[in-house]
Nanobody, 123 residues
Framework: EVQLVESGGGLVQPGGSLRLSCAASGFTFGIYGMSWVRQAPGNGPEWVSGIYSGGSSTYYADSVKGRFTISRDNAKNTVYLQMNSLKPEDTAVYHC????????????????WGQGTQVTVSS
């Protein structure tokens, strides 16, 4: 059974930090590109960040560039999103997604999705 399980979300004050994790199982994680996609209430999915299978190429939406860092540990089948300098507009459900063909730079076209973890940035 394929699973992507996100964790690490929560309530944080503006300017704070969170580290999201996404643990993968049931497929060959190391050959998949991985992305983080977020969705705020009333909005469509917004691609946030992506990383290719080898981990050497990373990509970020302009809205998070310089504040978020994506990484992966293929030995642990896990992808991470370090989020610093959080803003209220970062509030959303954050999903990880896996793709073997689609470049990890879009909000759609993925083979697998996780259920998401809620991130709320508020004072």
């Amino acid at each position: 059974e394929v699973q992507l399980v996100e964790s690490g979300g929560g309530l944080v004050q503006p300017g704070g930090s969170l580290r999201l994790s996404c643990a993968a199982s049931g497929f060959t994680f190391g050959i998949y590109g991985m992305s983080w996609v977020r969705q705020a209430p009333g909005n469509g999915p917004e691609w946030v960040s992506g990383i290719y299978s080898g981990g050497s190429s990373t990509y970020y939406a302009d809205s998070v560039k310089g504040r978020f860092t994506i990484s992966r540990d293929n030995a642990k089948n896990t992808v991470y999103l370090q989020m610093n300098s959080l803003k209220p507009e970062d509030t959303a459900v954050y999903h990880c997604a896996a793709s073997v063909r689609t470049a990890p730079t879009t909000p759609a076209g993925y083979n697998y999705w996780g259920q998401g973890t809620q991130v709320t940035v508020s004072s």
